[in-house]
Nanobody, 124 residues
Framework: QVRVVESGGGSVQAGGSLRLSCAASGSVASPRVIAWFRQGPRKEREGVSAIYTGGERTYYSDAVKGRFTISQDSATETVYLQMNSLKPEDTGMYYC?????????????????WGQGTQVTVSS
């Protein structure tokens, strides 16, 4: 059984930074995609960023491009989301998701495992 756990959320002022972590335990076959989604108040869940097997490809939504960086520790396979220049509109629950067979990273239904989420709150 695969378990996905996020950490690193919190409350910051606009312009601040946070780093989210995503760790997956259990047996997971490759290739795979690990992505971050977020869901703000009264908003639909949206894709933020994704990293494909071995960090060969990374993707970002237009809303976070240039401010967020996704990376993966090759030793632990932990995925990080470094979030800089945070804005109030970045507020939401951030979820890490794992896809077993690589597909369109923006489609939530394509993911096989989800974490419980970590809250990010950015105040103005």
């Amino acid at each position: 059984q695969v378990r996905v756990v996020e950490s690193g959320g919190g409350s910051v002022q606009a312009g601040g930074s946070l780093r989210l972590s995503c760790a997956a335990s259990g047996s997971v076959a490759s290739p795979r995609v690990i992505a971050w989604f977020r869901q703000g108040p009264r908003k639909e869940r949206e894709g933020v960023s994704a990293i494909y097997t071995g960090g060969e490809r990374t993707y970002y939504s237009d809303a976070v491009k240039g401010r967020f960086t996704i990376s993966q520790d090759s030793a632990t396979e932990t995925v990080y989301l470094q979030m800089n220049s945070l804005k109030p509109e970045d507020t939401g629950m951030y979820y890490c998701a794992l896809m077993i067979r690589a597909s369109d990273w923006l489609v939530p239904a394509a993911y096989d495992y989800w974490g419980q989420g970590t809250q990010v709150t950015v105040s103005s």
